[in-house]
């Protein structure tokens, strides 16, 4: 129903800055809760961000990183600023109609292939 494709991921040296975007397609996303989340090898998924009825961020990029959406195009993003070696994991954006708890992926509906994000030091 809905497909979510991820881009802009790359290397980049500490203190450098990337936007990546999620591009939806299928049908609007206008109303569904849209997040980032985030996972190294061997660890948990992590959430970063969310935007829906109200914007949330995880402590560790608050003041780093800002999430916004362009409904027209159906997109969401994510600029990333100030980065940091430990910002280094595959980034994948989420869409959920209705979150119960924003910070559990198994709230979420449909999921992106994911893009890396290397910070290098």
């Known amino acids: 129903q809905v497909q979510l494709v991820e881009s802009g991921g790359g290397l980049v040296q500490a203190g450098g800055s990337l936007r990546l975007s999620c591009a939806a397609s299928?049908?609007?996303?206008?109303?569904?809760?849209i997040s980032w989340f985030r996972q190294a090898p061997g660890l948990e998924r992590d959430f970063v961000a969310a935007?829906?009825?109200?914007?949330k961020y995880a402590d560790s990029v608050k003041g780093r990183f800002t999430i916004s959406r362009d409904r027209a195009k159906n997109t969401v993003y994510l600029q990333m600023n100030s980065l940091k070696p430990e910002d280094t994991a595959v980034y994948y954006c989420?869409?959920?109609?209705?979150?119960?708890?924003?910070?559990?992926?198994?709230?979420?509906?449909?999921w992106g292939q994911g893009t890396q994000v290397t910070v290098s030091s």
């Open positions: 989420a869409a959920a109609l209705d979150a119960d708890s924003y910070l559990c992926p198994v709230e979420y509906d449909y």
């Open positions: 299928g049908r609007s996303v206008s109303s569904f809760v």
């Open positions: 935007s829906g009825s109200v914007t």
